[in-house]
């Protein structure tokens, strides 16, 4: 196991980290602002009025895996259940049978290439199926997009690989403004752009790790098995990919509960024989005495969507008083606890601009958890 020491001179080293880093993590993730702003103006060139026009479909079926999966959740879990149109993800290449005129299809993918982002396109435009495709701009996609007169929003090949759901989330907001299922005050991409930059200045490589929440994150996460509980099902939606990031970057596994329905689970995990044993955590201990990795709590919150779960449940509760028990329950068996992007003033930005910095400072977390293991330069050398 990697000595704190050892790696939080790695992550203070830009050499090192660049050395460690060839597919050009760290600057993709930094870019994640510009990323927005740059896909909402391919976005807006490429017309979506041509399948908006008609008013509001009956649902959005959008084809999708991995970051153009959790785009999708990010915008299910927005809309809630009182959208006005289902919202149905599905991996690809088969469309819902039901899927039909009265619906429209999105194919959300990085490349635009593929049997299952392609062959679904051409079966929407042979059922009369309004289409939007989202990929590279020279992929296969964007010609079966353009065989049926579909808009098309074509994102530069520069765009690496795990770091570009802001790139894939982007249309879907717009989309869905366009189609008054969400108000642009809550789909705000400038606001949005902005609160990334933040990130960016606060967890870039050039932030020394005792002021860098990222660093300090990724230094905690060394010999830690991160517990990762989420207030409602729009943090939920950011747990499932934090959980993804530290286990495609940096092969770190991580159990997410989403709350309150996963309340019990949670504090039996956080009460349970993995939990430590033999008083307080010692923060000076020798790390080389360690037989193997402890618990830490990791809390993704969103006031904003902590009192509108669980109301169905046999024990009414809400996701913020589920989560106010599960801190207690890791209070009580000495397990640590790090809040997610809770640092400064997290209040002064809307719903989804919070949310888009808890996944940046995740997203810069994982990096730098994989440039201090050197497993980024492992696996791609």
Known sequence: MTSPELAEEVLDDLDMLRARDPRGLLPAVAGAGAQV???A??????GLERITGGGRPR???????REGAVAAQVLRALLGPASPVTVDIVPGPDLPVWTGPSDIAVVATRTGAGQYAVAPAYEAARRGVSLLGIGAEDAPL??????????????????????TLWSLLTPLLKLAVDLE????ATADLAAIADALDEVATEC???Q??????????ALELLDALPVIAAEGPLAGTAATRIADQLATLAGLPATTFRLPDQRVAACSVLGGPLAPRGGEDDFFRDRAEDTGRRLRLIT??????GEHDGGGERDPRSAREALHEVLRTATGSNVPVSGLAEHGDPARHGRLPRLAQQLAVADFTAVYLALALDSERANHS
């Open 142 to 163: 964007r010609a079966a997009c353009s065989t049926a007169r579909a808009p098309y929003v074509p994102l530069p090949r520069s765009r690496v690989r795990h770091t």
């Open 208 to 217: 020394e790790s005792f002021v860098n929440p990222a660093k300090t994150l």
């Open 59 to 65: 649902g959005l079926v959008i084809v999708a895996r």
């Open 300 to 305: 993704v919150r969103d006031t904003d969507g």
């Open 41 to 46: 103006r391919l976005t807006e060139e490429a």
């Open 37 to 39: 702003r740059e896909t």
């Open 204 to 206: 870039g490589p050039a």
């Open 181 to 184: 299922l969400v108000s642009e």
